[in-house]
């Protein structure tokens, strides 16, 4: 039938006529969408590794309308039709995505959600032809390969999912607790299914971060390639926000030895999303630019503290982890030499010079597997930057040795343990094996004027009470905002973005964080002060009559 140009007075048929071409048009964009998708940088990388199968866990942190919810459908509907969009298809290993029946759960905060979303975009951009039948009662998704998809809400509790297994889940939305979770997590296991979560992180640093993000083994972030400023608070121009949308990539791996293989961490700002109108983005900006929280979780996708205030610059902090090394080289140390391992507690960022002068701090714990870290920080004297981190469990009497290890190797370093407590035990075997170069407690001007060691009571190594811990970390605090701090480890950038005053003015690690990377890092920064940046104004390092071996290499 020849519709008239003039829709306005249609006869019934010629309507009826319209409404079938509007239809065929819809279900043929429909059928055509998946394969000629097209992602930004980071959503390609989040669907190229869910389907190679890269880890079993992968968590997406995105702002609002950073097209995080639209990812997971996408995700869903490949695996569901196998269908793979011209763009991605040469980076999929075709041995690990094969078209097989499959299980799926769809799972959202609250019906509302999974109905206006999850549901509904599976939905409008299911091929047709991919269809077989929808239960609306149970509301199960069956596709022509006999994939069967389940929408639900986890507002019901996790009872409800207790006898089902999946081989794949999307949980769209942090719950507040991890119950849900780890049932969801469960229900994956005897399939050696995957689990994606895509979320704002609108809960603050909550059991996700905890859980999953500082235990992910590696993070991929974005950042614009113009150097254009994503402080938090900013409401940008129009000609900022072109240039803001040219994002790089950026992977970082995580060098703790907590970190999970199976764990993936993914962050999307606003600015990832190529479909999103300037004036959404503009208006956003301006709405939460004087809530640093809100602005950070619903702008940038990052996570932020709810509670508590933040002793260091949070935006410096995320700044520098952007751009902090990606590969370390890795190193156990044993028996005074550096074995390279990919599983090494030392991570080395900077190679030693001769000639530099560097500083050590420590924080010691007792060493139990289950309890706090000793940590090792490596600073070099004159430059101001994070060398090195050892970082692990050990009795205190070997990371005595570890510490001696490293102090040889960086030209006879200041060692500077602390002496608190476990601490005690380490200083009297760094004593006992004579090492010539440990910290104590003296009066530098006396020592100027005499050229020469006082010999009354010497205190060796620092000693952290509730008055020098404030100076120290005031100290670390001006170094890195005054930018003459160079850090290098991301793991030590993450403990000081949850480093905070409590509410009696005091300084601690936020409820289930550790702060042994800050204070080895402020213990380390104190020996400054004691410590010349250059020996005898020659360059050269201190000789020692102590029998030392190159340990690299060995």
């Known amino acids: 039938m020849q519709l008239p140009d003039d829709p306005t007075n249609l006869t019934r048929e010629e309507l009826i006529e319209l409404n079938r071409q509007a239809d065929a048009i819809l279900r043929k ?61 040469h980076r999929i290993d075709p041995e690990k995505f094969k078209l097989t029946r499959r299980d799926f759960l769809s799972a959202s905060l609250d019906f509302r959600m999974s109905y206006m979303i999850a549901q509904k975009k599976i939905l409008d951009f299911l091929p047709k032809k991919e269809f077989s039948a929808f239960n609306k009662e149970l509301r199960q998704l069956h596709t022509r390969n006999a994939s069967t998809t389940i929408f639900t809400s986890v507002e019901s509790g996790e009872v409800k999912f207790q006898g089902f297994e999946f081989d794949g889940i999307w ?54 390639a113009h150097n254009i400023s994503e402080e938090t608070g900013i409401v940008h121009t129009p000609e900022e926000l072109k240039k803001l949308r040219d994002r790089e990539i950026r992977l970082i791996k995580n060098t703790d030895e907590d970190a999970s293989p199976q764990i993936k961490f993914f962050q999307m700002t606003s600015y990832d999303n190529s479909f999103l109108p300037d004036t959404e983005i503009i208006f956003t900006e301006q709405k939460f630019k004087d809530d640093l929280f809100q602005y950070q979780a619903r702008v940038l996708g990052r996570f932020a503290q709810l509670i508590g205030r933040e002793v260091f610059n949070g935006y410096k902090i995320v700044n520098y982890q952007s751009k902090v090394s990606s590969a370390p080289k890795k190193y156990e140390i044993i028996d005074g030499a550096f074995k ?4 090494g507690r030392y991570s080395e960022y900077m190679p030693k010079k001769e000639g530099r002068i560097y500083v050590i701090g420590a924080d010691i714990s007792e060493g139990l597997e289950t309890g706090d870290y000793s940590c090792i920080q490596v600073i070099d004297r004159l430059t101001y930057e994070q060398v090195g981190v050892w970082h692990g469990h050990l009795p205190p009497e ?18 500077i343990p602390e002496r608190n407590s476990h601490g005690v035990g380490v200083v009297n075997k760094i004593r006992e094996l004579k090492y010539p170069n440990l910290y104590y407690d003296r009066d530098l001007s006396k020592e100027v004027l005499s050229r020469q060691h006082q010999t009354g009571n010497k205190r060796f190594g620092w000693y952290t009470n509730l008055e020098n811990k404030r100076l120290m970390i005031q100290n670390l605090s001006d170094l890195f905002s005054s930018g003459k701090l160079k850090l290098n480890d991301y793991n030590t950038l993450e403990e000081m973005r949850t480093y905070i005053y409590d509410d009696a003015g005091h300084t601690s690690a936020r409820s289930g964080c550790h702060d042994d990377r800050v204070m080895a890092l402020a213990i380390a920064l104190i020996g400054f002060k004691k410590t010349p940046a250059l020996m005898a104004g020659t360059g050269e390092v201190i000789k020692y009559e102590n029998e030392y071996k190159e340990p690299f290499g060995m």
């Open 171 to 224: 949980l769209d939305e942090e719950p507040k607790t991890p119950k849900i979770w780890d049932e969801l997590f469960m229900r994956t296991i005897k399939r050696q299914g995957f689990m994606l979560m895509t979320f704002s992180p609108l809960l603050g640093l909550s059991w996700s971060y905890l859980e999953l993000y500082k235990k992910a083994s590696e993070y991929y972030m974005t950042h614009n």
């Open 398 to 415: 070997e990371v005595a040795h570890i510490l001696i290890t490293l102090g040889r190797y960086y030209n006879f370093a200041k060692l």
């Open 29 to 89: 964009e429909a059928d055509d969408y998946l394969i000629n998708a097209v992602f930004s940088k980071i959503q390609e990388e989040v669907i190229v590794n869910v389907l190679n199968r890269t880890a079993k866990i992968f968590i997406l942190c995105g702002a609002n309308l950073s097209g995080k919810s639209y990812l997971g459908a996408v995700i869903l509907l490949i695996l569901m039709t196998g269908i793979l969009p011209h763009s991605i298809k």
């Open 340 to 343: 390279e391992s990919l599983k």
